[in-house]
Structure formats: C-alpha cells, structure tokens
C-alpha cells in the first residue's frame, strides 16, 4: 500500500486562478495588491487536496486503499476528526467508497457531482477543495427563441439577456455557459462583476434570489469552433451537456442554461434505490 501522501504545500494556501476569471495580474478585484497574502484554507481542506491529487496521480489507483485515519492524522500532524472531514470531501466527490476495514476504497480518479442537491459551480469546487473562477465572454440583450421561452415561461420574443461564461477550476477551463436570464432577473446579473465566482451565491446576497429548483436533461455534444477555442479542445471532440433551467421557490423560471464539461473534467452521479429514483430516461 502506498504510504500516505505528504501534506501539499500548494493546497495549503488559496491557488490563484492563471485566467482572467478570478483576478487581474498581482491584484483583487479591488485593485489591490495581493502579493505575500492570501489565508490558507481549513487544515481538512489542505488534506483532502493532499489525498486528491495522490489519487488523480495514480498513487492510489482504482480499488486500492486509502490508509487509515489513524496512519492520515499522523501523516499530515491532524486530529483523526481533521482526517474524517477531508475524507468526506472526497466521499462527496465519488473519489472513495465504503470501508474495507478502517480504510476507504478508491472508486475514480475524477470528482463526481451529484443532482440529489442542487448547487452552484462554485459551491461544488469549495466543497472538493477546488477554486472555480468565472469570465464573462460576452453578454447581450435580445429576444427569447421558442425553446427558450417555454423554458423561462414568457412569449417568444419576449426581452432576455443572453451571456456566454467560461468557467474554471484551479485556472484550467472545464466549461462553458451559454445562460439565458428572465428580464426580470437581467439588471441585477449585469451588475455583476465579469469574474464573479459565484453567480448563484452574488444573487442570493444582493437580491435575496433563491435557486430553489433545478431540472437537467444531460446528453453529449461535439464541440464546436467556440466549445474547441475556449475549453481547449479539438473541434468535434465529445463534450458533455447539461441543459438545466433553474426557478425560485415559488416555480419563478431564472435563467435556463446549456453548459458544456471538457472531456474528463467532472463526473456526475445519481444515486437511486427502489424506494427514490430522481432519474428518468427519455427519447432524444
């Protein structure tokens, strides 16, 4: 078994993101200088992003053993309560499985997301240990198509705003927002700041704006000449798509969305049972 990995100097401090999507060169969004600060993260997240990237490395492949919480908390100088909070990280994230014995089971090599809940981009990637970054590439008024209408529930031809967002984790692109927003909700999202991490999270705290529902139809797509250019790929490679629509409390259609993954770049999961399944199939 391989002995644990080293605590991750990297992941003990806030990586910044090597696009424009968290900050411009040497500042914060202020304007600031950011340089020689910069908190570091909880202990449990430093060694979750330690146990990560042992398992992404191949350190600990698929159906090898993680060592015990016992062996991590000496390893990394941590209270076994530390430990357990990083391996739930990863119990979230589909990197590890049930116990065999007091150590856990390695299932994939990539963080998984789950739709039991719903949550944003960035909440996902704190959750893993990850930092996600956002860049508007461009936002424009215009008139909502038939699908997009039904969709947001207003006449075709009705006023949207229609923005196009690359989205990053640790400053590599994973994916690509093409978001239609309601005209109600269009003066507050242009406010925003065009790399604001979290969308979701600045609406909630400058509108008291819920995301309460969210419906995903997911099927796979080949990238096209922007897909390629933005997320790095070659023109026609497979991509991944998630079209979700997301309403208020009240059944208040948001925004609706078609977002396309980068190959490789994050796994989503669906656990069901006899007595819930939120997963049906349908024709495409």
Not at 218 to 228: F, N, S
């Amino acid at each position: 078994m391989p002995a644990p990995p080293p605590p991750d100097d990297d992941a003990r401090r806030h990586p910044r993101s090597r696009s424009r999507a968290r900050t411009g060169a040497g500042g914060d969004r202020s304007g600031r200088s950011t340089a020689g600060r910069g908190p570091e993260p909880p202990r449990h997240e430093a060694i979750a992003a330690a146990l990560r990237r042992a398992i992404t490395e191949g350190r600990y492949p698929v159906g090898a053993t993680l060592p015990s919480e016992a062996e991590l908390a000496a390893a990394h100088g941590a209270s076994r309560g530390t430990v357990r909070q990083a391996v739930a990280a990863l119990l979230a994230e589909g990197l590890v499985g049930s116990r065999q014995g007091a150590r856990r089971v390695v299932l994939s090599t990539t963080p998984s997301q789950s739709f039991t809940e719903l949550r944003s981009f960035a909440q996902w990637a704190r959750a893993g240990g990850r930092t996600a970054g956002g860049l508007v590439l461009s936002s424009s008024r215009g008139t909502a198509r038939a699908e997009e209408a039904g969709l947001l529930q207003v006449p075709p031809g009705a006023p949207v705003l229609h923005v196009l967002r690359l989205r990053t984790l640790d400053g590599d692109p994973v994916l690509l927002e093409r978001t239609v927003y309601a005209e109600w909700i269009a003066p507050a999202v242009e406010a925003l700041p065009d790399d604001c991490e979290s969308v979701t999270e600045r609406l909630r705290r400058d509108e008291g704006l819920v995301f309460a529902h969210g419906e995903h139809h997911i099927d796979a797509v080949a990238a096209g000449t922007a897909d390629a250019d933005h997320l790095r790929v070659r023109r026609g490679s497979p991509l991944l798509r998630v079209r979700r629509t997301t309403t208020t409390a009240e059944g208040r259609p948001v925004e609706t969305s078609d977002d396309r993954y980068r190959p490789g770049s994050v796994v989503f999961t669906v656990r069901n049972s006899t007595q819930t399944n939120p997963l049906t199939r349908t024709h495409a």
